[in-house]
């Protein structure tokens, strides 16, 4: 067997052992807990996979769903991407025809680790476009374990992002390949895999703008050339149009503003090409004349009539959530239901290193390499580690488009390393040195496309060949630098390990804490109160809760719900908000106008889980607010500035539906101290309900359902009912 | 006019097959012109049928001028990859994928 094969053999071995890696770190999740969906909005996910599998493609594509946001309801088949579940359900319909016949369940729980292992495979081949195989490698071992990206894909996390950072590394690879080439095959590809990402997450908005963005970009150096026209015209034509195929996204690519840039830069690249085709057929001094003219004239109208259309709203301008991207005090502001998402909260410095490790300190040296480098390709990534970079900063789920730059860029910088410090047989003298570096230069002109081959040797070698040419003659320097950064290899695999294994791997659904003696104690309050619903209500019962939990009862409990995490209604979300947040009487009708039979309140009081609903209470304050700023006003809620809920709570806060069903009985357990506030109720505080029964109350008090009555039989209001029985 | 007529004089010079590509190309031009005047008109109302209609000109009108320069003997160095035949086989597949796509798109 000779050299290439042997690297050939090797370089398969470790990409399956990285695939092997990635796919083996991200089950610490079945491990340590069971196999079982997590957070929230996978349990839609699975549901909706669910629907597809036993109804079908047609009536999942139709599907209306009368289960939650009573009674409004929700065109589910149209407001989904239905990527995920498709995907899903293909790879089961497939293993059982294979005669494998494995839960639907456990190929969603299994999904986002399959997928990482096929993401680590494309980010070798991007690093391979970029700069070598070893920087593919590194490449593909960062990514398959860097904890930026382990976050969205344990096993259990089905969620969109699972297979969508998947295809934006395809997506990209194939943009980069297209581009090189000039091939209309692969850029069609770049299109269907668009077309791809676009059905599975709606963070393709981020591929719609990043890739006329470096189109731009190239333009303003002065880099056109008609592979760019090649490349950007097929893949937009084709890649639009594909889009528009999926029924959630519709017409917005030729409606909505996030999607102009990528019109206005298919528009110009039909100018520029036309003009320089234009130029080589006719005399210098007409061009100009011509150009001239013409240029001005058809960007001027092209601008007034983005303009106009904006103007009369034919093109939607942008968005709220786009608006947050760009002034993060927008949606605080503005939109109180986006900025109460956690994940759409700017993100804090720690958590760079957390999720990334060293590789943060690695990407800048990237970058530079790429900077010095620059060829088209690495114009796509310095575009590509600015954004990233920036939307990272402004938003913590953002982190996740960030990963795969960071990842590449470290892996170019510690194979330019290893291209310096990892040569042994570097020649001494001076004219065998000058040698190598022409056979290298060769090898590199004859393994790489035209782009690299220019006309003269000496641009042929380009920065990253000069690497290989670094004369480093010192044995002790050449270990020290590799064992050290070999030291810093290590630590990142049993850093990037300890972090998804202590903060990523939790399903949120089961919460586990440490007993006294160090042994794990599972608290499945959640799921127990769940079931509790799916055995003892009738089976059309509604429930009301706040938005977070509307997923997981749907899919847990199987119940109708009013709002979930879906949140394509604020209104409704602000009338469930202005039901807990009044006081009975005024909640009463609200419920019963709502056919409300339970309502599911989280109160971490007793076991010391912060995420419950009183400290969310002041969201559906600020929401219901926005709705009803005359009826429900945030600062009742506080006594004397701060947010109390002993004894020295306002009356506005000891009244509303949300604190008395809290704290119903509580005093009577722990001495009425919560554990979250850190504060005291006592017996007297204990507050009384008039309109709702008490139904059920989980082990550790985690979760409470309550029973709305019904009208009183004697058509007496139904507290005042409640007083007098309460009296007799 | 002068830019026009030197236009006109290039595309006579140019080899049949280009020649064949640049009629096709001023073709779809105006094929996409009638139907934006025809929808400016009539109205756009079934608006996937315009869009369809539309974007098939426009498409296939790009994958034309990829073909054209691919095949252009001018634009050899650029692309070293592609040979005459391999892009006439990817304009292929480019314009099937297009097709594929508007079929589903026009219902």
Redesign the interface.
Known sequence: MDVQNAQKLLRIAILVLVAGAAVLSRLYSVVNFESIIHEFDPWFNFRATRYLSSHGFDSFLNWFDNRTWYPLGRVTGGTLYPGLMVTSNVVHTMLSKIGIPLDIRNVCVLFAPAFSGLTAYMAYLFGCELKDETAGLLAAIFLGMAPGYTSRSVAGSYDNEAIAITLLMTTFYFWIKALKLGSVSWAAACALSYFYMVSAWGGYVFITNIIPLHVFVLLLMGRFHSRVYVAYCTWYALGTLASMQIPFVGFLPIRSSEHMSALGVFGLLQLVAFADYVRAKVLERQFRLFVVSFVVIVVAIAFAALLGLTWLGVIAPWTGRFYSLWDTEYARIHIPIIASVSEHQPTAWPSFFNDLSFLIWLFPVGIYICIQELRDEHVFLVVYAVLGSYFAGVMVRLMLTLTPIVCVAGGLSISSLLDVYNQWNVPVSKAPAVETNAKVSKKAAKAKEPADAAPEPKEVQGFFASFKSANITSSISKVVVLVTFFGYLAMFVSHSNFVTQSSYSSPSVVLASNMPDGSQFLIDDFREAYYWLRMNTPEDAKVMSWWDYGYQIGGMADRTTLVDNNTWNNTHIATVGKAMACDEETAYPILRQHDVDYILVVFGGLLGFSGDDINKFLWMVRIAEGIWPEEVSEGRYFARGQYRVDSEATETMKNSLMYKMSYYRFPEVNNGADRVRGQRLSPSDAPTLNIVDEAFTSQNWLVRIYKVKDLDNLGRQVPAAAAFDRAH | M??FT??V??HKNAPPRMKLIDIFMVFLVLSGVVQFIFCLLVGNFP?NAF?GGF?AT??QF??L???R??VNP??K??????SPE??F???V??SL??HF??Y??IN
């Open positions: 002068d830019v030197s236009l004089n290039a608006f869009l974007s426009v498409g790009v994958l001028a990829a073909l320069t691919q001018e634009n160095e650029e692309f070293r990859k592609v391999r892009a086989c990817d304009f597949f480019g994928v297009l796509i508007v589903h798109f």
